[in-house]
């Protein structure tokens, strides 16, 4: 994530001081100088890892630098008349444009600590101490009770707290060609009272309306077991063969989805059971598994098992359109003791759903052994969504499902679970925790592949108004010439030592570069999309060299695609997982704890190059290796 923060318990009554990000300065537009030198340091080590010439790379960013100004000027007059002109380009090209399935591509999943339930009773009546939780929660935020985050850094910058009122508002819409946010604080719920709120519930494949606040009180634990229970027998008591999984629409290509949902909304019965699910606050999923079929021997199959069923339900033949994969928050509980999120990122980063988690979690800690002895006196009859799915519909219908079951089938899903040591020992060594680890991906991909290639880690710009994130790149210039060092069975310890702290000071740079705004990829995005509309409102006859030759289509593709999701040390068997971005890369995220890591990393089975249990093995062999040069003496 880059820039960890902490929460700021000072108040001024009830309502934290300046929770509102106006306050925030807007981030800063870099040099083109600054930027265009940074991207030459890394195209280089593509073009040496690919064999690519890098002279015309270096031509088109002179011509940029001498002859297109003009769009760098631009981009400054738009950042002064803007609140964030980041997001103005980012968020789009980032999430909204792709055209790609969201589940695997893009979803991640948070897995919770395993629960052991006893039976459907115990299922239900922990989903409803989470969903309770959850709902907590969100009144916190909407009451503005939520402690403002500041930065971990020297300076404790305040941190935009924009995200906190969006994880559970906002609802990703597919629509033609680009994605749209549906935000409910902008659009009330035309369902009733707006002080009341719901979620949907996903059972057997089939949607129902569970309310989870009426006439602005929060409903009890027990209100909501009952109607978990009144979902649960409606839901099997329905025939297999007389269920369509309309959640398909929410699985497949996006202009497919699209096309799906432009069709089903003609028919009001479907208009109206579409707005109840954007509506909804968040989605629980309760899966009921046959555990034969999922035997786990260990705790790493364990974990890998909650990692497949959180981010795919092993596909449309089991739990996978259990689902509804527009949703900004699933919250899934399954039979066997699984449980967790499946997250629609565009909205938020993970400190944030972090954050949220963990207070539901604790939560249900506390109030767990509380017998509730009253009965329902609500008794509140959940609403079945009712679908008419034509023909036409039933052919994108199952076009989707088919998609998604191939990306379901074709991932392969790996967790480290390293005990050898962790932050603390890190940190002994007067090395960032997080450097460390990015440098551990770059010795662990060139081992396996002979090469460095563009990566990606999230870099949290939450000090900024409506900040989001940017890239940190690890493939530079001293990780190159580290992880060569490293193979070279004729270099000593200490040039190897001397190397690597030379690759982590520059890691350390870039990261810090990031954090306060000056990254280059917002900013070469920006500059992308504005060359794009010069060139069809004719003040500039062609997109500028940099943005259409070799080495930049690679350095825009992340086939090492990475993220710290740090989780508190005391709620252990939690990590986050996802899928790769690309079809030959590595998905892999890091969790940073005191005494230990766990990666989890991702690939496609079906291609070739890619291993995800090899470069689990490297991996280890890395931290080992890594350690052994850097280990203060005692």
């Not at 009144?230 to 959640?247: C, F, G, Q, Y």
């Amino acid at each position: 994530m880059g820039e960890e923060s902490t929460l700021d318990n000072k108040q001024n009554g009830d309502i934290p001081i300046d929770w509102y990000e106006t306050s925030l300065p807007k981030p800063p537009v870099p040099t083109l100088e600054h930027t265009l030198e940074r991207y030459m340091e890394y195209a280089r080590v593509i073009a040496e890892s690919y064999n690519i010439p890098l002279r015309p790379t270096k031509d088109a960013v002179e011509d940029f630098l001498e002859n297109h100004v003009g769009i760098q000027e631009k981009l400054i007059e738009i950042a002064e008349n803007s609140e964030n002109w980041v997001n103005r380009y980012w968020l789009p090209e980032m999430y909204l444009k792709a055209r790609y399935p969201l589940p695997v591509n893009s979803n991640p999943a948070y897995i919770f600590p395993k629960r052991d339930f006893k039976d459907e009773n115990e299922q239900i009546s922990y989903a409803a101490w989470l969903i309770r939780g959850f709902i907590e929660y969100k009144n916190k935020i909407d009451k503005k009770h939520v402690e403002r985050e500041v930065a971990l850094s020297r300076d404790g910058a305040k941190i935009c707290m924009n995200q906190y009122d969006r994880i559970l508002s906002c609802y990703r819409e597919p629509n033609t060609d680009i994605d749209t946010l549906f935000y409910r604080r902008e659009n009330p719920d035309h369902f009733g009272d707006p002080r009341n709120e719901h979620i949907i519930v996903m059972c057997n494949e089939q949607a129902f309306v569970v309310y989870v606040k009426l006439d602005d009180q929060l409903i009890s634990h027990v209100e909501i077991v009952h109607q978990l229970k009144e979902v649960h027998k409606k839901a099997k008591t329905r025939l297999k063969s007389t269920i369509i999984p309309v959640s398909a629409g929410s699985a497949g290509e996006r202009n497919d989805a699209a096309k799906f949902w432009d069709l089903m909304k003609t028919e009001p019965t479907n208009a109206k059971s579409l707005n109840w699910t954007r509506a909804a606050t968040f989605v629980l999923c309760l899966d009921f598994l046959d555990h034969e079929k999922h035997p786990k021997t260990d705790e790493i199959s364990r974990l890998e098992h909650a990692g497949h069923l959180l981010l795919h339900g092993y596909s449309s033949k089991h739990n996978g359109l259990n689902r509804w994969y527009d949703a900004t928050i699933q919250v899934i509980v399954s039979s066997d003791g699984t449980n967790g999120l499946c997250i629609e990122h565009s909205v938020a980063e993970g400190i944030v759903i972090i954050n949220m988690v963990e207070s539901a979690l604790r939560f249900y800690e506390k109030n767990k052994h509380y017998q509730n002895k009253v009965q329902p006196s609500l008794c509140l009859n959940p609403k079945a969504l009712c679908w008419s799915v034509d023909e036409a519909s039933k052919i994108l219908l199952e076009k989707q499902r088919a998609e998604f079951d191939g990306l379901a089938e074709d991932l392969e899903l790996t967790v480290l679970n390293f005990t050898d040591f962790g932050k603390n020992k890190i940190k002994s060594a007067s090395v960032s925790p997080d450097g460390f680890c990015q440098l551990i991906m770059q010795l662990a991909h060139y081992r396996l592949h002979g090469r460095l290639v563009s990566s990606y880690e999230s870099a949290a710009i939450r000090r900024f108004r409506n900040g989001r994130v940017d890239n940190i790149r690890a493939a530079t210039p001293e990780a190159l010439e580290w992880v060569k060092i490293m193979v070279d069975p004729k270099k000593s310890k200490e040039c190897k030592k001397t190397a690597f702290y030379s690759a982590a000071a520059k890691q350390a740079k870039v990261t810090l570069e990031n954090i306060t705004g000056y990254g280059i990829d917002n900013h070469l995005c920006a500059l992308q999309v504005l060359s794009t509309e010069a060139v069809s409102i004719g003040q500039i006859t062609k997109i500028p060299e940099i943005f259409t030759n070799k080495i930049w289509h690679e350095t825009m593709r992340f086939p090492l695609s990475t993220s710290q999701v740090t989780t508190s040390p005391d709620i252990s068997g939690s990590y986050l997982c996802y899928g790769p971005v690309v079809q030959d890369g590595y998905g892999c995220s890091y969790n940073i704890q005191p005494d230990k890591l766990i990666f989890a990393t991702s690939c496609r089975k079906s291609c070739a190059e890619t291993n995800a249990k090899r470069f689990k093995d490297e991996l280890a062999n890395a931290l080992c290796d890594t350690m052994s040069l850097i280990e203060p003496k005692k």
